[in-house]
Nanobody, 119 residues
């Protein structure tokens, strides 16, 4: 599986961004997909995960109510809608495939897309 993330940028606090991750590979629909982020000097954090069917979602507490993960299996794309962005959301965001539920460990990784939120 190859993953291509896009949609990052520089925004102000309170703004919104939508990240997209286009996946290649016939087995996309079999995998839980996720978004992770890593800020400078911090460990990588699992932000959101969606099950293969879309029926189950996980969010880290700090983004609950503000971020929404979704997927389009027909287009083999996963999205992360980020609303009410805060400066602490600033990080490199990575798309991942085959994420283990409750372990939040992924097999496949895309390149990152930078999100910068100014105060």
């Amino acid at each position: 599986v190859q993953l291509q993330a896009s949609g990052g940028g520089l925004v102000q606090a309170g703004d919104s961004l939508r990240l997209s991750c286009a996946a290649s590979g016939r087995t996309f629909g079999n995998y839980a997909m996720g978004w992770f982020r890593q800020a400078p000097g911090k460990e990588r954090e699992c932000v959101a995960v969606i099950s293969w069917s879309g029926a189950s979602r996980y969010y880290v507490d700090s983004v609950k109510g503000r971020f929404t993960i979704s997927r389009d299996n027909a287009k083999t794309t996963v999205f992360l809608q980020m609303n009410s962005l805060k400066p602490e959301d600033t990080a490199m965001y990575y798309c991942a495939a085959d994420v283990g539920w409750n372990t939040w460990r992924a097999t496949y990784w895309g390149q990152g897309t930078q999100v910068t939120v100014s105060s």
